[in-house]
């Protein structure tokens, strides 16, 4: 990696950044990681690719943390300070829609737009749920498909607070489902040509886009897709470096555990070896 990525210590400059399926309002997601992930990086444009924000779960139950705000004031802090900042809306953030081609300060609304590298290479950005056919054509079979998804989300964390406990990295059903199972494995691969085939109508080198939770990058079609990923559970990013080359991250795996939370670790195996018969039971996980 060229040090001409980093403008001062522990922060990382790059000419563009590419994020989405944030899904604020979802139980549970990753914001804090992403406000760390935002805190070390600057750049000159930040694409913001749909699903930003959960639209069918704040419809159904109002969740909005603290954290949430620090994700806002970070946008707006860059904004503020001259990135050029673009949001598309996804399917789960479909409402802003209503405001595309309109500007919010600095925050610019559209429903698609093609980005030029710095090698001068062109590529279709867009969320992505245009091509997903059940989106288009069964919505109320999305909706059981984001329950599914939800479902599992729940599973994984009791199967994940067990493995913290056993000192396991942390792991994914649906990740591993999307890997294993072989109608996902159709259904991704469904999307990516569907993706590609656009970009390529569209006259462009390749194509960004989110939508299926499911990072990648690659040439296999005859076009460049990149995929960012999530929030939710992947920890993912691209990023196009000065030199206008990308990079697709998993800030997961690059955030240390924090001392608190090593102290608070440290504090409750003290406190199985030794336990206080007179304090109350805490409450299970």
């Not at 904004?79 to 949001?87: D, E, F």
């Not at 994914?172 to 489902?177: E, I, K, M």
Request: proline residues 5%; charged residues 25%.
């Amino acid at each position: 990696m060229a040090d001409s990525g980093a403008i001062d210590s522990g922060v990382r400059r790059v000419r563009t950044l590419f994020i989405s399926d944030v899904h604020l309002g979802m139980r549970p997601t990753r914001i804090a990681q992403l406000v760390d992930f935002l805190k070390h990086h600057e750049a000159d444009a930040i694409y913001l690719i749909g699903d930003i924000v959960d639209g069918w779960r704040l419809a159904k139950t109002w969740y909005w943390p603290p954290v949430y705000n620090e994700f806002v004031e970070q946008m707006l802090k860059k904004a503020a300070a001259g990135t050029r900042m673009v949001v598309m809306p996804g399917n789960h953030d479909e409402f802003l829609r209503e405001y595309l081609g309109t500007y919010f300060g600095e925050v610019e609304f559209v429903d698609r737009t093609v980005h030029t590298t710095a090698l001068g290479r062109t590529y279709l950005v867009m969320h992505g749920d245009q091509f997903d056919i059940v989106v288009a054509h069964a919505k109320w079979l999305a909706h059981v498909g984001d329950w599914a998804y939800r479902t599992a989300l729940q599973f994984n964390v009791g199967i994940n607070w067990v493995r913290r406990r056993l000192h396991r990295p942390y792991w994914s059903l649906s990740a591993w489902a999307k890997h294993k199972v072989k109608n996902a494995v159709s259904v991704i691969g469904r999307f990516e040509e569907a993706l590609t085939l656009e970009a390529r109508d569209t006259g462009v080198d390749g194509v960004i886009c989110g939508h299926i939770h499911f990072a990648d990058m690659h040439d296999r079609l005859g076009i460049h897709y990149i995929n960012t990923g999530d929030w939710v559970e992947s920890c993912t990013a691209v990023c196009e470096t000065p030199e206008g080359q990308f990079e697709l991250i998993k800030w997961q795996a690059q955030t240390p555990v924090r001392p608190k939370e090593a102290r608070r670790g440290l504090r409750l195996r003290r406190a199985k070896t030794a336990p206080d018969l007179d304090a109350p039971m805490p409450p299970g996980p």
